[in-house]
């Protein structure tokens, strides 16, 4: 089956540790994304990539980053400098019609 | 100003009732695009429906439809005959193209609770 995987689907981290969240797509799309969602609200994008070795950032991407080194793989670093990490991550990629494509999310805690 | 706009932070809707969902947009571009997602308690993003700036028809997906006022940049959703499945929150979204990039702009969101 297409789709898109996350791992892990729960993390938790120590204040000051980097943390990689995985996201892989099987569904040959180009482009990949990377949100943040914080409780009651809407999607905020944090990065992007239209081709490999390429990506750009978004509204939000202090305290993160990111590579593109295989088209199928998008992993998404959030690192020390993000003072306010605890959210839902969620991945996505978009498809011949330009829709979206989401993956199951992952949920960071800040210990 | 917010791309997208959903003013219905809450929604209740009796079991095999009809419910509105309202979404407006701001765009300067004649080519956009407009989607609908569901995201039950799970927090995986369910895409629902998709509505082009230059289709003539409302877009339908089987109990989902989307009453689109251009002129009014209006989006809104329409689930028919609720069921209790449909409690979740509800995420419109517009597509805009940027440098040859589709960049996603996602509204705050409409809880509906589907009542029995």
């Known amino acids: 089956d297409g789709g898109i995987t996350q791992s892990p689907k729960y993390l938790f981290r120590k204040e000051g540790q980097n943390v990689t969240l995985s996201c892989e797509q099987n569904?040959?799309?180009?482009?990949m994304y990377w949100y943040r969602q914080d409780p009651g609200q809407g999607l905020r994008l944090i990065y992007y990539?239209?081709?490999?070795?390429?990506?750009q950032k978004g509204d939000i991407a202090e305290g993160y980053s990111v590579s593109r080194e295989k088209k199928e793989s998008f992993p998404l670093t959030v690192t020390s400098a993000q003072k306010n990490p605890t959210a839902f991550y969620l991945c996505?990629?978009?498809?011949?019609?330009?829709?979206?494509?989401f993956g199951p999310g992952t949920r960071l805690t800040v210990l | 100003a917010q791309k997208i706009t959903q003013t219905q932070p809450g929604m209740f809707v009796q079991e095999k009732e009809a419910v509105t969902l309202d979404c407006t947009y701001d765009?300067?571009?004649?080519?956009?695009?407009l989607f609908w997602y569901k995201q039950p308690s799970s927090g995986e993003m369910i895409f629902l429906i998709y509505?082009?700036?230059?289709?003539?028809q409302n877009a339908t997906e089987g109990r989902y439809s989307l009453n689109f006022q251009k002129a009014r940049k209006s989006a809104n959703l329409v689930i028919s005959a609720s069921q209790l499945g449909d409690s979740a929150m509800y995420f419109c979204?517009?597509?805009?193209?940027?440098?040859?990039?589709?960049?996603?702009?996602f509204g705050s969101g409409t809880k509906l609770n589907v009542k029995p």
């Open positions: 509505q082009g700036s230059y289709d003539q």
């Open positions: 569904l040959n799309h180009d482009a």
């Open positions: 979204a517009m597509r805009e193209v940027k440098y040859n990039f589709n960049k996603f702009y």
């Open positions: 765009t300067s571009d004649p080519s956009y695009g």
């Open positions: 990539s239209q081709i490999v070795n390429d990506f």
């Open positions: 996505a990629s978009t498809g011949l019609y330009n829709e979206q494509f």
